[in-house]
C-alpha cells in the first residue's frame, strides 16, 4: 500500500540550531509533497510545497527538499527558535479532488 | 487576511445524537474538505466537497455521515447517530482554484466529544 512516513519521536535541539525533519513514501512518486505546521488543539498551517521536479525550496528560515530516488523529503528549520515548537506534517495531494494524506507528524522542541 | 472559520469550538453529545458541525470557507474557495484528528493519532481526510457534490470520500464517511453547502458561504458535516469512536477533532478546510496543486486553508477545528 502507499505510505507516508515519518518520524514519529521528537525531535529535541537547541535554540539557534538547525532542525531536519524527514518524510518517507512508499510504493509511489508523488508529483509534490506539502509541509504543515500544527499547533497543539488547532488546525494545521501550510508552510511550503514542493514539486517532482524540484530539489529545493525556500521560504525565509524553510527549506525543503525532494530526493525522488531515495523517496524522501527533508524539512529544515535554519536558527530555530523556541516559537518553531510544533508539530510539523508532511502530507501528498491525490485524487480528483485533492484530498491531503498526511503523515504521523513530527513534533518539534526548541529548547533555550 | 481571510480565515476559515468552525463553530462551536467544543460539542459534547450523547451516543446516538445527532450532530451538525457548521465551517465558513474563504469566500471565493471553490474546494472543501472535511477531516478528522482523532486525541495523538494523524489527521484523516473524510470527504471532499466541490461544485455542489462530494468528489471523494474515504472509508470512514459512511451512511451516518453527510455534507451540505446550504447557502453558498456556510459549509456542513452532519453526523446522524454518533457513536463513541466518533469524539476527535474536525477540521474544515478550503482551497482556492490557483492550480492543481495549490495548498488548503484548514479551520480552528470543533472537538467532538460522545458520551
Known amino acids: 500500500s502507499q505510505k507516508i512516513e515519518q518520524n514519529s519521536e521528537a525531535l529535541n535541539i537547541q535554540e539557534g540550531k538547525t532542525a531536519t525533519l524527514t518524510c518517507n513514501y512508499t510504493?509511489?512518486?508523488?508529483?509534490?509533497l506539502q509541509w504543515y505546521r500544527q499547533d497543539p488543539g488547532r488546525g494545521p498551517v501550510f508552510l511550503l510545497l514542493?514539486?517532482?521536479?524540484?530539489k529545493e525550496k525556500r521560504k525565509e528560515r524553510l527549506k525543503v527538499t525532494f530526493d525522488t530516488t531515495l523517496k524522501q523529503s527533508l524539512f529544515h528549520i535554519t536558527a530555530s527558535q523556541p516559537a518553531d515548537s510544533a508539530t510539523y506534517l508532511c502530507a501528498r495531494s491525490t485524487g480528483g479532488g485533492n484530498k491531503l494524506t498526511f503523515g504521523t507528524g513530527t513534533q518539534l522542541k526548541v529548547e533555550l | 487576511e481571510p480565515e476559515v472559520t468552525q463553530t462551536p469550538s467544543h460539542q459534547v453529545t450523547q451516543m446516538g445524537q445527532e450532530v451538525i458541525l457548521r465551517c465558513v470557507p474563504i469566500s471565493n474557495h471553490l474546494y472543501f474538505y472535511w477531516y478528522r484528528q482523532i486525541l495523538g493519532q494523524k489527521v484523516e481526510f473524510l470527504v471532499s466537497f466541490y461544485n455542489n457534490e462530494i468528489s471523494e470520500k474515504s472509508e470512514i464517511f459512511d451512511d451516518q455521515f453527510s455534507v451540505e453547502r446550504p447557502d453558498g458561504s456556510n459549509f456542513t458535516l452532519k453526523i446522524r447517530s454518533t457513536k463513541l469512536e466518533d469524539s476527535a477533532m474536525y477540521f474544515c478546510a478550503s482551497r482556492g482554484d490557483r492550480g492543481l496543486y495549490n495548498e488548503q486553508f484548514f479551520g480552528p477545528g470543533t472537538r467532538l466529544t460522545v458520551l
Open positions: 510504493n509511489y512518486s508523488p508529483a509534490y
Open positions: 514542493i514539486r517532482e521536479n524540484e
